[in-house]
């Protein structure tokens, strides 16, 4: 007991001097005078100082004790508000401009916090337990601060004019604009308003790969092939691609000076056009996105469908359609809705395809873009179509539940199963093959553009002289006195990018398994709406999350755009959903009893966490360090506003030279980006390993002849 009362005074002791260090030292705004909060105090801002006060006789009360709990509380709580109350309201407290609180302001109200909830834990909540207070409020803090603020700023500036003054005629205006509903698509020739023009796309995307998906899972899980690796192949690649690429390779295909485009127009005489660009084209590249993924979410639900169900349906003297139809299609429901789902919010979200490809054929997406990048420069514009995706988002989501409704979808119980899964009836089969073989050719045909396009003059135009140009353009070494000089243009943007992820990524994984660790192991009040706001960033489209972090970041008093650590912050929130959802499902299969055994032998929460629970989750842990690491390295929608040129992303740059009409060079960056990317993921699932679980096979019935 002595020691741990030692421990707790120890943790006060620092969070008392790191609020002290915070005021006295640490540099308290990110932009203009790096002044420390004393500094500040000293130039006028006497309104700073009752935070630190009340910091430090927090840490000084703590050290009496439990019986300054509610005391504790009263003060820590108090001193938090007034950080953040002069953060918010300082300019008119005090009549001065408000300041951009960088570091200074971040470890004084994290040593608040941190005070706040450890005087909550000794008054009984959370079970008394320090740790998980600590944990929870610090995840609940960051996720306020970095989800749900800038996206309640975001909506809010919807309401304010160019010059900032609350107009709710402008409100209005940016809403009911034409071109954002018009719905003359649908019963003349005209063109459609950019919401149906992306519902319809959504729709028809949602439909299209759940359909391709489910026809690839039922070939590769009951189509009889003998070799699945090429599904397997083609279901990795979409991870590894960035966005905007399958789009790039369509041009080269099927634009008006493309490979197919030129062999039609002199073999044919079929005229050159330009289909490619508009639905046609944007639809057929987000199919081409996500089908692979649709393929995953539906051959996992197949593996899950218990062989004893349709046996079952099979001793009834069901034929195998009556089984498929039946048994099998209606327990596939579930995961039919989620591919559906998947496809659709991600042609809402999509930004590169469309880009590329949209031509007149303009989306919510891309219209968000180029109300804050183009001349116009209208974020209140910008952030009024925001809004507008971010319900259509979160509508398919509430559509999906309502339509699974409560009903049970178990087929795997405790009960041992040796079944073997029925067979594709013969229609079945055929036509998923007339449609999935074609598919895999066109796919393949993509990727193998992708790669050799890099390696030629210009494979858009015909002239395919082997040359290594655009590689040198881009990813040129020198050597000179100095020793190697990266010379290319695209090695700024490509370190940045590595380093940005490699960052970025460990962060996310921290914050995503502690998160699934609280939910998983413990209960306490609001626990749901906890729970709600670790998900909320996964529900919100990238193109909103951008459009949000340049409105509530770029002035005070949290101003960090142009900096580095935006981006970090925005892949870390951004992908935390993913560590969540993976440190969740790992917890589910590690018993309690462990946990308990470790609590049983006096260690603390966090030494269980630390020495117990983590070893544990190595799976789960390199997962999601995985899809953290290359979806950083991926993403284009949530920070293209963000980026700066001192701070470039490599998709960004990929788009920039797309816009440019650059295509080599973009696509030689796109194809080392894939090669890249593939050794990581390839070298770190040698390096782990992964989980194998399947059926035994049925062994052949023995019959003995012979007497008895």
């Avoid at 083609?234 to 041009?251: H, R």
């Avoid at 998947?342 to 590169?352: K, M, N, Q, R, T």
């Avoid at 995706?389 to 979160?394: A, E, F, I, R």
């Amino acid at each position: 007991m002595r020691r741990r009362s030692a421990d707790r005074g120890r943790v006060d002791l620092i969070a008392a001097g790191l609020a002290l260090a915070a005021f006295l030292i640490v540099p308290w705004s990110y932009a203009g005078s790096q002044q420390s909060g004393l500094g500040w105090v000293l130039g006028g801002r006497w309104l700073m100082l009752p935070p630190l006060l009340l910091s430090i006789a927090t840490g000084v009360l703590a050290l009496g004790g439990s019986s300054t709990a509610r005391r504790r509380i009263l003060l820590s709580t108090i001193g938090f508000a007034a950080v953040f109350g002069y953060a918010f309201f300082g300019q008119v407290l005090d009549g001065q401009p408000l300041i951009s609180h960088g570091a200074g302001a971040a470890v004084l109200a994290g040593a608040l916090l941190v005070q706040l909830t450890r005087g909550l834990a000794s008054a009984g909540d959370f079970k008394a337990d320090r740790w998980v207070a600590t944990t929870t409020w610090t995840i609940v803090a960051l996720v306020l601060l970095f989800v749900f603020f800038p996206v309640m700023r975001a909506l809010a500036s919807v309401m304010f004019d160019a010059k900032g003054n609350l107009d709710f005629g402008v409100m209005a205006q940016r809403f009911g604009t034409p071109e954002i509903w018009a719905l003359g698509c649908l019963t003349s020739s005209r063109s459609c308003g950019v919401v149906p023009n992306t519902i319809i796309l959504g729709l028809m995307a949602g439909a299209a790969s759940t359909f391709l998906g489910l026809g690839f899972a039922l070939l590769a899980q009951r189509g009889g092939m003998k070799n699945t690796k090429v599904f397997d192949a083609l279901s990795l690649l979409p991870i590894i691609t960035p966005p905007f690429v399958i789009a790039l390779a369509l041009v080269v295909l099927f634009g008006r000076t493309g490979i197919i485009t030129t062999f039609l127009d002199r073999t044919f005489d079929i005229p050159r056009s330009r289909w490619i660009y508009g639905l046609p084209g944007v639809l057929i590249s987000q199919v081409l996105s996500q089908t692979p993924l649709a393929y995953m979410i539906l051959r996992g639900a197949l593996q899950g469908i218990s062989p004893s169900l349709e046996e079952a349906a099979q001793t009834l003297r069901a034929s195998p359609w009556q089984t498929f139809r039946t048994v099998t299609w209606p327990l596939l429901r579930p995961a039919i809705a989620a591919s559906f789902l998947l496809g659709f919010v991600e042609s809402l979200a999509d930004f590169g395809n469309p880009l590329v490809l949209g031509g007149s054929f303009e989306v919510l997406s891309t219209k968000i873009y180029f109300a804050v990048a183009g001349a116009q420069h209208d974020p209140g514009r910008a952030a009024s179509l925001a809004i507008i995706l971010l319900v259509l988002t979160l509508t398919a989501f509430w559509l999906q539940t309502v339509w699974l409704g409560k009903k049970s979808y178990v087929t795997v119980t405790g009960k041992g199963d040796a079944g073997q899964p029925l067979p594709l009836p013969g229609p079945v089969r055929f036509a998923a093959l007339s449609v999935v073989v074609p598919w895999v050719v066109l796919t393949i045909v993509i990727y193998g553009i992708i790669l050799v396009g890099g390696f030629v003059t210009d494979i858009g135009r015909g002239a395919m002289t082997p040359t290594v140009e655009h590689f040198r353009t881009g990813f040129d070494i020198e050597i000179g006195r100095n020793g190697l000089y990266f010379a290319g243009s695209a090695w700024d943007s490509f370190f940045v990018t590595v380093a940005v992820s490699a960052i970025a990524a460990p962060l996310t994984t921290l914050v995503g398994i502690l998160t699934a660790y609280v939910l998983s192991r413990h209960n306490f009040v609001g626990k749901d709406v906890f729970e709600f706001l670790t998900m909320l960033s996964f529900a919100i489209p990238g193109t909103v999350i951008g459009v949000a972090y340049i409105i509530a970041f770029n002035v005070p008093p949290i101003e960090m755009a142009g900096t580095g650590l935006i981006l970090i912050i925005c892949f870390v929130f951004r992908n935390m959903p993913v560590g969540v959802r993976a440190g969740v499902a790992a917890l589910s299969q590690i018993d309690r009893s462990l946990d308990e055994a470790s609590t049983t032998l006096g260690a603390r929460t966090g030494t269980t966490v630390r020495r117990v629970t983590l070893p544990l989750l190595k799976p789960a842990i390199i997962a999601t360090l995985v899809f953290s690491f290359v979806h950083a390295m991926t993403a284009v929608s949530a920070i293209v506003f963000l980026v700066t040129a001192k701070y470039n992303m490599a998709t960004v740059y990929i788009v920039n030279r797309v816009e440019a009409g650059e295509y080599p060079l973009a696509i030689a960056y796109s194809s080392l980006l894939i090669v890249f990317m593939l050794a990581v993921v390839l070298g770190i699932q040698k390096l782990v390993g992964e989980r194998r679980i399947g059926r035994r096979a049925v062994a052949a019935p023995v019959v003995t002849i012979g007497a008895h």
